[in-house]
């Protein structure tokens, strides 16, 4: 079993700025990436931000310039810092992490439970 414990959500200012964070904990190997989704009701999940275990990463293109992914290796927690937060960035934010699990070295993603990000204009 693996689980994810995210923080950070909230509520901010247009222009203000929201750090998430996200644990990753249990039986893990290995994880191979750990990326940052969002849901807004009625529209599809999307990616915001990703980051693999080469640390290569990758943003949504509305987010491009605001937001930075990075990683602790050592931690097993993934970080989201958004600056030049805009109303439409108003979301749930889910952490998900895909994850190589013993004892069977088999392919596990997974996903947080999820942290409300709310900016008022």
């Known amino acids: 079993q693996v689980q994810l414990v995210e923080s950070g959500g909230g509520l901010v200012q247009a222009g203000g700025s929201l750090r998430l964070s996200c644990v990753a904990s249990g039986s893990i190997f290995r994880i191979n990436a750990m990326g940052w989704y969002r849901h807004v009701p009625g529209q599809q999940r999307e990616l915001v931000a990703s980051?693999?275990?080469?640390?290569?990463?990758n943003y949504a293109d509305s987010v491009q310039g605001r937001c930075t992914i990075s990683r602790d290796y050592a931690k097993n927690t993934m970080y989201l810092q958004m600056n030049s937060l805009k109303p439409e960035d108003t979301a749930v934010y889910y952490c998900?992490?895909?994850?190589?699990?013993?004892?069977?070295?088999?392919?596990?993603?997974?996903w947080g439970q999820g942290t409300q990000v709310t900016v008022s204009p």
């Open positions: 998900n992490v895909r994850t190589v699990v013993t004892p069977n070295y088999r392919d596990l993603e997974v």
């Open positions: 980051i693999t275990s080469g640390r290569s990463t």
